[in-house]
C-alpha cells in the first residue's frame, strides 16, 4: 500500500512523437536509508464522454494508510471531485451517508472545472450524518450526479466508500504525560478543535524533563499532533538522543493513551471529549443527550427533567432497566451492563416526543 503518492501532469514538457527524459531527485539525504520508489505513466487521449462527473476519492474519514494523517473523521467529510468530460464542469449534486442510512446528505457544488480537473471539497456535516454509526465497521459513502444539471453519461465512476473508526474518548479533563529526551528543541504539540482552531499549544521544552500539562476541553471533535522537527521522534533507535514518552492519563493518574516514541514527524491522534461526532442539541426543551457514544454511562440534561417520561430500547425492541441518578435539570444512567450496540432512547414530556439514537461502545 502506498503511503507517499504524488502525481504530476508533465504536459507541458512533452511533444507528441517526441522523446523526453524525465528525472527526479531528492532535495537532501544522509545515511544509509532506501527508497522503493514506482512510477506509472498515464496517457490520454480524446475524451469518452461530453457530459461526466467522477467522484475521485473519499480523503476523509478513511482508513487507508495513505490517508492516515489527513483522513481523520474530525476533519469533516472530505471528497475529491473530477471533471472527465469534455464539458466544462459547472455545477454537481453530491450525496453522502454513512452505513446503511436510507436518508443521505445532499450538498450542491458550485466552481469550473476543466477536462481532467479535479477539486477537494469539504462536505458539511452534523449529527442526521451520524446517527447511522455502529460500534465498529464502519463506511462512509458518497456519490455525484447531475454534472451541470444533466445527466452523467458514465455512472460507473459515480460512487467511492471508505472505511473508517470512531475516534477514541477522552475526558474533558486529562493530563498530558510528556517526557522529553535529550532534543527537547525539535518538539512540540498542539489540540486543534474541528475547525482548525488551536486550542492548547506548548514548546520550548527542557532536555529529559517530565512535563504535565492539565487540559480541560468542552463537547467536541479534537486533533492532538506532536511534532518532531528532527523527523525521528522521540524514541529512535538509530540515534543518542535517549528516550521519551507521551501518554493521555486521567487526573488520578491512570493511563488514557499511551503514545508509541518512534513515529517520525509527528503523533496525530484524532479524540473526541464526552461525546463523539455529536454535540448537546438546543432543540426540544435544550435537550441534551451525552456523551454520545457513550461506555459506562450517559447523561440527559433538559429544563424541568423531572416532569418528563425517559425509555430506553435495545437493537430488537426490548425495554432496557434504566438506573439513574438525578441531578438539577440532569439524570445520569449507569450502562455498564448493556451490551455494545445502538439503543433507541424515548424522551417524552407534556404530550412531545423526541428519540435519540445511543451508541454504546
Not at 109 to 117: K, Q
Not at 166 to 181: L, Q
Not at 309 to 334: D, H, K, S
Amino acid at each position: 500500500m502506498p503511503t507517499d503518492v504524488q502525481e504530476w501532469d508533465i504536459t507541458p514538457y512533452v511533444s507528441a512523437g517526441q522523446s523526453v527524459e524525465i528525472d527526479y531527485g531528492l532535495s537532501s539525504a544522509t545515511g544509509t536509508s532506501d527508497y522503493i520508489v514506482n512510477h506509472q505513466l498515464v496517457s490520454y487521449g480524446p475524451a469518452n464522454h461530453t457530459l461526466d462527473a467522477k467522484l475521485v476519492e473519499i480523503i476523509s474519514p478513511n482508513n487507508r494508510v495513505e490517508f492516515g494523517r489527513t483522513g481523520r473523521i474530525c476533519e469533516g467529510v472530505e471528497v475529491v471531485i473530477q471533471n472527465t468530460g469534455s464539458t466544462t464542469l459547472s455545477s454537481l449534486e453530491i450525496e453522502y451517508w454513512v452505513n446503511n442510512s436510507s436518508s443521505p446528505e445532499t450538498y450542491t457544488w458550485n466552481g469550473s472545472l476543466e477536462i481532467m480537473e479535479q477539486e477537494k471539497i469539504l462536505l458539511p456535516s452534523n449529527d442526521k450524518l451520524w446517527s447511522s454509526l455502529t460500534a465498529t465497521k464502519n463506511r462512509m459513502y458518497a456519490s455525484v450526479h447531475s454534472p451541470n444539471g444533466g445527466s452523467d453519461e458514465y455512472a460507473l465512476n459515480n460512487e467511492r466508500s471508505a472505511a473508517f473508526e470512531i475516534p477514541e474518548i477522552i475526558p474533558d479533563e486529562f493530563y498530558i504525560y510528556f517526557r522529553t529526551n535529550s532534543a527537547a528543541v525539535q518538539n512540540s504539540y498542539q489540540i486543534t478543535d474541528e475547525s482548525g482552531t488551536v486550542v492548547f499549544s506548548k514548546s520550548n521544552f527542557s532536555n529529559n524533563q517530565f512535563n504535565n500539562d492539565t487540559v480541560r476541553l468542552p463537547f467536541g471533535c479534537y486533533t492532538f499532533q506532536l511534532n518532531d522537527a528532527g523527523d525521528n521522534g522521540i524514541s529512535f533507535w538509530a540515534n543518542s538522543e535517549g528516550n521519551g514518552s507521551l501518554a493521555f492519563r486521567r487526573l488520578n493518574g491512570a493511563n488514557l493513551k499511551q503514545f508509541q516514541g518512534d513515529f517520525g514527524k509527528s503523533i496525530v491522534f484524532p479524540f473526541t471529549v464526552n461525546s463523539a461526532l455529536s454535540k448537546p442539541e438546543n432543540k426540544l426543551f435544550d435537550l441534551s443527550l451525552h456523551p454520545n457514544p457513550a461506555q459506562d454511562q450517559f447523561s440527559i440534561t433538559m429544563e424541568e427533567i423531572d416532569k418528563a417520561e425517559i425509555v430506553a430500547f435495545n437493537g430488537v425492541g426490548q425495554q432496557m432497566t434504566l438506573n439513574g441518578r438525578t441531578y438539577e435539570n440532569e439524570v445520569v444512567y449507569n450502562t455498564r451492563n448493556w451490551k455494545k450496540g445502538v439503543y433507541l432512547i424515548h424522551i417524552t414530556k407534556e404530550g412531545r416526543k423526541i428519540v435519540k439514537k445511543l451508541l454504546i461502545l
